[in-house]
């Protein structure tokens, strides 16, 4: 019964830890987020005469059988949580590629031309340089970026958002011939902290926060480029 309740413990643990918690802020001067998990121990004790060294012997036997089942549960869990990821990220993808236009060739440029995009803004972002990457930017957006990060500068602080890195592509939208949108999940280290001293103000510099938000796209006919105009952050109760 005791080793029946051990296992189940450790395979609810499981399922916790391999189980992703994401948050929902906006980018570029996003909010906070928070991450969780868990962790699990036990113990075993022995006697000091005779009767507890064999008992100590015969429990240690039947513990190792107990952990290597666990083990095996634990990896299969794994295997399987893995395997079912890389399926859904695979339907994921065909999905996506059903909703937009073009051959598979043109499909595949465009997202390519989307993650260099979004990754261009995040790094200007930090930088608190928009400039450098003016052609990513519709005039309306790269003036709002310009906006908030001087009033950050006004206010005497900074915001950092690093180790960007997407999660995932998916919810495409042909809005007309110039214009789309994509729903873009990634996660990053987001904080802010005092220009001056570099106090931590809000958010955290240790754990990586999950975000998803909603890119719209327009295509300017005069540079021949997709350029991102509008950014809604995606809140959930």
Request: charged share 25%.
């Amino acid at each position: 019964m005791k080793k029946t309740y051990q296992v189940i413990c450790l395979l609810i643990m499981a399922f916790l830890f391999f189980t992703p918690v994401q948050t929902f802020a906006v980018a570029g001067g996003h909010g906070g987020g928070s991450t969780g998990g868990g962790s699990g121990g036990g113990s075993i004790g022995g006697g000091s005469n005779s009767y507890y060294r064999r008992s100590r012997t015969t429990n240690s036997n039947s513990t190792s059988e107990d952990f290597l089942f666990v083990g095996l549960s634990l990896g299969s869990i794994f295997v399987f949580s893995l395997f079912k990821k890389k399926k859904t990220h695979n339907m994921d993808i065909n999905d996506l590629l059903s909703r937009m236009p073009g051959t598979k060739r043109e499909k595949k440029k465009l997202l390519s031309e989307i993650n260099r995009i979004f990754y261009a803004i995040q790094k200007s972002w930090e930088e608190e340089a928009p400039e450098k990457a003016k052609n990513c930017y519709t005039s309306r957006l790269f003036e709002e970026h310009q906006q908030v990060l001087q009033k950050n500068k006004d206010d005497g602080v900074r915001n950092h958002t690093t180790k960007i890195a997407i999660q995932e592509l998916a919810n495409y939208r042909q809005i007309n011939d110039t214009s789309f949108s994509i729903r873009i999940d990634f996660s990053c280290f987001d904080y802010l902290v005092d220009r001056k001293n570099q106090q931590l103000i809000s958010g955290d510099k240790r754990e990586r926060l999950y975000f998803s938000q909603v890119w719209y796209f327009n295509y300017s006919e005069k540079d021949k480029i997709w350029q991102a105009d509008f950014i809604q952050p995606i809140f959930l109760d």
